[in-house]
């Protein structure tokens, strides 16, 4: 007889920032955890799986995650969007955690077996002006890291994203009653970055990764000019230059520059990125298990993506729990077109709510060997942290009117 679910539950917790985490046990006694975290929105995703999620999947034979997987997605009708695949993800995650724990192994030896020796990451430096950027590049340098994006304040605009207001932490989402508004202009961003570009390489040389997030904030024809105006910093990768639900729009972009584009951190499925892979409009995809279906959908996107030579750099901000960032660095292990990982380090308190087995050394994440995720969750630390709501900031530009945050 085969093994069934038995108990499937949503924890919803806040140690430092919010997280929804679906955790379900199987009639052997084996637990699986998947990250349902939707940073803004966590609650309508909490509902999607307490209300239509977990009720379907009592009694369901875990092993059978590509049934489950398809009975979730077609079963909706109504297909696609953040808050569904999420929901789906986290039950995609906890299923390979359960079949790997299940095996005996962590959970990239099920999924192909170790291709690296390790899973390069990036660190996020930042600084309300250059120089403090400046003194954050040379800390990641000196802790190993062999990527660093950079972010900078602009002068004469207040909070810009990316920006942390402590040099500890990063974390966007601060508005509990309403989200915090900020101002831009896209002139004084255009005029600013490229002296940041200038100064890094200028102080520390071109045999490191330098990336940027432009955070979908220019138009294709800004974006294209921005690209071909930085090219000489030879950077690894502009993140989220123009907003990418016109995947064409992407067209303009790669006629006139050679910087590596890095789109998908907002995309749920491989409908939202399938013509940027196969025309070869962006050259890393960033989609991460949480936001596109887990593992298995993450999978299928990243081998799509293998065809074309676009290579993975998936999503690992704060908001992606630690759950999320294990089977991230699972797929990272195994995959063939692995690129780079966003790495930003979680607090204390979320990393004593989610133990894990991963751990950063020399430039890399390493995943560990514990069977399946090899992530914990302490459910009584957990419930110490009750939700608060917590709006991402809202962006307008000097005029008022509404932007891209
Ligand atoms: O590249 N990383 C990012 O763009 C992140 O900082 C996102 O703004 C947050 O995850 C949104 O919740
Ligand atoms: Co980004």
Known sequence: MSDRIVDAKVIVTCPGRNFVTLKLTTADGVTGLGDATLNGRELAVATYLQEYV????????????????????????????????????????????IKAKTAGMPLY?????????????????NGRDIPEVL??????????????????????????????????????ATGTDRPEETRWSTEAYLHFVPQLFAAVRDRFGFDFHLLHDAHHRLTPTEAAKFGKRIEEYDLFWLEDPTPAEAQDAFRI???????????????????????????RLID??????????????????????????????????????????AAAIHLDMSIANFGLQEYMH????TNAVFRHAYYFADGCLHPGDEPGLGVTLDEEL????????????????LDGTMFHW
């Open 109 to 125: 030896q099920l999924l192909g077996g170790r291709a690296r020796d390790g899973v390069t990451v990036y660190g996020h430096a």
């Open 346 to 349: 979680h607090t204390e308190e």
């Open 135 to 172: 003194d954050e590049v040379a800390a990641f340098l000196e802790r190993g890291y062999k990527a660093v994006r950079v972010q900078v304040g602009i002068p004469g605009l207040g909070a810009v994203y990316g920006v942390s207001k402590d040099r500890t932490f990063y974390e966007p």
């Open 284 to 325: 890393f995809i960033r989609v991460t298990p949480v936001h596109a279906g887990g593992v298995s959908h993450v999978k299928r996107i990243v081998e799509f993506a293998d065809l074309y030579g676009v290579r993975s750099g998936f999503h690992g901000a704060t908001d992606m729990s630690p759950v999320c960032m």
């Open 253 to 279: 972009i790669k006629q006139h520059t050679t910087t590596p584009i890095a789109v998908g951190e907002v995309f749920n499925t491989i409908w939202d990125c399938h013509q940027l892979i196969s025309e």
């Open 54 to 97: 977990c009720p379907l999947l009592l009694g369901r034979d875990p092993a059978q995650i590509n049934d489950t997987w398809q009975y979730l997605y077609r079963g909706a009708y109504w297909r696609r969007g953040p808050v569904t695949m999420a929901s789906i993800a986290a039950v995609d995650m906890a299923l390979w955690d």
């Open 382 to 397: 957990a419930a110490t942290f009750p939700y608060r709501r917590a709006y991402l900031p809202v962006n307008r530009l």
